[in-house]
């Protein structure tokens, strides 16, 4: 019984990745619409966006059209004209002109949007993802 | 009868005792499902009752720690976030994975953290937060009453259990805790297994019950046949009886018809056998009426003469009476049997006919060599002999067959009658004896040989029987010897 717990856990774990996976897909594909998306990607969240079709990662911020951030990125001079997208809360918080965030709390997705990032970007949200605008 | 009535007993004790099976294997099932039911419903109530008690605990040492000013105390001290959160940690077991404490943003739908008991990435203090099913969350709010619900969305296997700070009659926060339903699954599953298990056996049972039904009434209804059969059965064995004497009476009626149909072409042929007899003296006694006439007229008819001429045609009258005797006397049934040879019997019968047969130039020969005496009906017998030569005399008068002859041989029992017609054609060779069968062109009635045939071997016992040889056909009578 033990073993199928753990075998429940870890058909969970994968189909969470999954999960993630098309959250990311879902979001950042209504935002930019080229085919692939050229990313920058930096943290934890490489291993789950390099899986994707949707995506292209690139190794340098400006050869990118959105960069991907998590507690590791610092905000660097030739990064600056790129969107940025959170993926924890700390990163978010810290990094002022990020325009969005995708991270998981409590077992529960929050996904978080800047009006003054998008903005700043020329970036539109698709009507079902604008109710995560936070309005400050 | 009586085992009939012991399969009716024995037929409905069984359905008796099945019927009051299946009905208390579905008690029994039903039984089961509402246990069941009730302990998986008596477990997570004990759980959410544990819960809610460790949730009113932490409830009642926030209240108690923050002096029922719960956002200014914490906000002024860090200290007291520290404490409380190890306090929160010291709940947390595998089981309740987070124990958390939010606390509603005004004017938005978002909440934020306030305490957070995970050790690992502890949420920050005012952290934003969305949570899931945001109605319970806000509902909670509204009613300040404790509410649970599962995520569905990751099969059930987490419960969150939402219970609110109240302070100054107001909803301040809220105790959120999520919890593992990994043991409760796990029985939900077993039982879900067992219930599995009952509903195929009894689906089984019933089907078994289903099956012996049908095969029951295919039973029943092949007795039910089967008596149906042997009563009709033993109606026919009642009305065969019946039956047979009907047909043997509507036999005995056709063999009646028949016999008269034979005796009037008999009657016929007879007729003209005695014009033939008779033509000749007729005749004479019409010369001799002349011859009287003649000498009467030219008066040279003296007594002497006269009787003699009287004489002459009184002994001509006497052969045609005797003609008419003869003839009277062969056609007349026999009632009583007597003795005769093949010799008798071939002598009067030639008498009557041999004469008819030589003047259409038809050799008769007879080759007697038996002396067997046959104790029978004799007239019958003739009548027989007379219509196979008459027969035979019919073909080779019909076919204008030269130098034509008709032998008769008697050889101890058997009385041969052969000629050189031709034969009967073996197609129809089994079919000469039926009745109404003829291959004759004019007069054949069909009836002769099927008469001779039943007198042979219905009145005389013997056989009568025919076959062919080179030159014709060979009727054989075979009579028993006395």
């Not at chain 2, 209804?221 to 047979?244: C, D, P, W």
């Not at chain 2, 001509?316 to 009632?335: A, G, M, V, W, Y």
Request: charged share 25%.
């Amino acid at each position: 019984m033990k073993l199928l717990f753990v075998l429940l856990i870890f058909f969970i774990s994968v189909h969470a990745d999954v999960y993630t996976q098309k959250l990311y897909e879902t979001i950042l594909g209504s935002i930019f619409k080229e085919r692939p998306i050229p990313i920058f990607v930096s943290g934890e969240a490489k291993a789950t966006l390099e899986k994707s079709t949707l995506f292209y990662i690139v190794k340098n911020c400006q050869e990118s059209s959105v960069a991907v951030v998590g507690d590791d990125f610092t905000p660097k001079q030739e990064c600056k004209n790129i969107p940025i997208f959170a993926t924890t809360h700390r990163s978010y918080m810290r990094i002022e002109d990020a325009f969005g965030a995708f991270y998981w709390r409590k077992g529960r997705p929050q996904i978080y949007f800047r009006k003054r990032g998008l903005k700043m970007f020329h970036l539109n949200l698709p009507l079902d993802l604008q109710r995560f605008i936070d309005e400050k | 009868m009586k085992n009939k009535s012991f399969f009716t007993k024995s037929f409905y004790i069984f359905y008796v005792t099945f019927i009051l099976l299946i009905v208390g294997a579905f008690y029994i099932f039903r039984t089961f499902d509402n246990t069941s039911s009730d302990i998986e419903k008596l477990t997570l109530q004990s759980n959410i009752v544990y819960i809610s008690n460790i949730a009113n605990n932490i409830a009642a040492l926030i209240n108690k720690k923050t002096d029922m000013q719960l956002m200014n105390t914490l906000q002024k001290s860090k200290a007291l976030r520290e404490s409380l959160q190890e306090n929160l940690e010291l709940f947390r077991t595998k089981r309740y994975r987070y124990i958390y404490v939010v606390q509603k943003i005004p004017r938005t739908e978002d909440f934020r953290f306030l305490l957070d008991g995970a050790k690992k990435e502890k949420s920050e203090f005012l952290e934003i937060f969305q949570p899931l099913n945001l109605q319970k969350w806000l509902g909670v709010y509204k009613t300040k009453e404790p509410c649970y619900f599962r995520h569905n969305d990751i099969k059930n296997l987490w419960l969150t259990y939402l219970q609110p700070i109240v302070q100054h009659n107001q909803v301040v926060a809220i105790i959120a805790i999520d919890f593992s339903l990994h043991e409760y699954n796990y029985m939900h599953h077993e039982l879900s297994e067992l219930s599995s298990s009952v509903k195929v056996f009894m689906s089984l049972l019933l089907f078994i019950f289903i099956l012996v039904l049908i095969l029951a009434f295919i039973d029943k209804k092949r007795v039910y046949l089967l008596q149906k059969q042997a009563k009709e059965i033993q109606h026919f064995n009642t009305t065969l009886q019946n039956k047979i004497d009907e047909e043997v009476e509507k036999n005995r009626e056709k063999d009646k018809k028949i016999l008269e149909q034979s005796r009037l072409a008999q009657m016929g042929e007879m007729l003209g056998m005695i014009a033939h007899q008779w033509r000749q003296p007729i005749n004479a006694i019409s010369a001799t009426s002349i011859t009287i006439n003649m000498q009467a007229q030219m008066d040279i008819l003296d007594a002497k003469s006269a009787i003699s001429l009287a004489e002459k045609i009184e002994e001509l009258t006497q052969h045609l009476s005797k003609t008419i005797d003869d003839f009277r006397d062969f056609f007349k049934p026999t009632k009583e049997q007597q003795n005769i040879t093949y010799a008798d019997l071939l002598a009067s019968t030639l008498d009557i006919v041999g004469v008819s047969i030589q003047n259409k130039n038809i050799t008769i020969t007879t080759d007697i060599k038996s002396d067997v005496v046959f104790h029978t009906y004799v007239n019958e017998l003739k009548q027989v002999l007379l219509n196979l030569i008459k027969n035979a005399e019919d073909v080779l008068e019909e076919k204008k067959i030269t130098n034509a002859f008709i032998k008769i041989e008697a050889i101890e029992n058997r009385l041969i009658v052969r000629d050189n017609g031709g034969g009967i054609p073996e197609d129809i060779i089994e079919k000469v004896f039926d009745p109404y069968f003829s291959t004759k062109t004019l007069n054949g009635t069909g009836l002769g040989l099927y008469m001779s045939k039943t007198i042979i071997e219905n009145h005389c016992n013997g056989t009568l029987s025919v076959t062919n040889d080179a030159d014709g056909a060979v009727f054989c009578i075979v009579l028993p010897q006395t």
